[in-house]
């Protein structure tokens, strides 16, 4: 009899490298939704189609801004929240709007709410924002592994921990998302989430698992892994992005400055010996990038 499939037990057999795969993206807009969630959420929700449209004309109008679609459990209350969240590497914050029906969204100026402009309205907050993935009817990973730490998250810090659609990369079930920094997980249990949480609200981050900042190109993620590697800097503004340049098709130099000195990481990036799905639903194998460290250096 055939076992069971899933990608991120696949994925995490063959020992990927998770650093640098997490999703790009600056503004994100987390619309809570506690309707049924088919494969593209947002796009099969039963939104008024005025809505849908003044949601993507948004997405539209704000450079490399995103949309998810968050919840705590079914339908049902008579307000529901919108995040507008603007992670970058320094200074992120949120802001929250309460709002009683779908409708007046588009009454919203989002475009000075994702600038930080108080006459936006909303609550401006810069306190953590803790999303799982659970979209399994995606894949299915997102459900089997992501419905667990999302239960474990919300015992020690219920009021900020959401549910969410697609976050991105199936195979890295279960996913966790920190905003407003936006720093992705992958291959979380309940013990790691909880420990990657918690350290976030300390003001740290945690290599175990770490995909990469939201905020910065893949090849910048890769290279910020590394830098933290090699030199045991782990709070989240020890390091500044100060630039890359390409060394050749698939290798970069990356630059980043510290309190004390500035490091150099080349990064090049090549796809893996091995070949596995990269979702449950993938017709075959395939190889996946990998990044590798090739040389780093303190200035």
């Not at 008024?48 to 003044?54: G, I, L, R, Y």
């Not at 199936?170 to 407003?180: E, G, I, K, T």
């Not at 800097?233 to 500044?240: A, H, K, Y």
């Not at 490091?263 to 091995?274: I, K, N, Q």
Request: with cysteine.
């Amino acid at each position: 009899m055939q076992q069971p499939f899933f990608c991120s037990e696949l994925s995490r057999r063959v020992g990927e490298k998770v650093f640098g795969t997490a999703s790009t993206g600056i503004t994100w807009l987390l619309l809570e939704y506690g309707g049924a969630w088919g494969p593209r959420a947002f796009e099969q929700s039963a939104l008024a189609p005025e809505v849908k449209a003044f949601l993507q004309q948004t997405l539209r109008s704000i450079p490399h801004s995103r949309i998810l679609l968050i919840k705590r459990g079914r339908a049902g209350g008579q307000t529901f929240s919108l995040f507008v969240v603007r992670s970058r590497e320094r200074d992120p914050f949120s802001v929250r709007f309460e709002l009683d029906s779908y409708a007046r969204l588009t009454e919203l100026d989002l475009s000075r709410a994702a600038a930080g402009d108080p006459s936006a309205g909303g609550a401006l907050t810069r306190e953590p924002l803790f999303l799982v993935c659970t979209h399994g009817r995606r894949d299915k990973c997102c459900a089997k592994f992501g419905l667990p730490v999302y239960q474990g998250l919300r015992e020690s810090a219920c009021e900020q921990v959401w549910q969410a659609s697609h976050v991105g990369g199936d195979r890295f079930a279960a996913n966790l998302v920190c905003f407003p920094h936006g720093l992705f997980y992958a291959h979380l249990t309940e013990e790691t989430a909880r420990r990657a949480a918690a350290e976030y609200a300390a003001g740290r981050l945690v290599l175990g698992g770490y995909r990469g900042r939201a905020c910065y190109a893949h090849h910048v993620q890769a290279a910020e892994f590394f830098t933290r590697e090699e030199t045991g800097l782990s709070g989240l503004g020890d390091l500044r992005f100060r630039g890359s340049e390409r060394l050749g098709e698939k290798s970069w130099r990356v630059r980043f400055d510290a309190e004390a000195a500035s490091y150099e990481a080349e990064v090049s990036c090549r796809p893996s010996e091995f070949r596995n799905p990269i979702t449950c639903h993938s017709a075959g194998p395939s190889p996946v990038p990998q990044f590798r460290l090739d040389d780093f250096r303190r200035l």
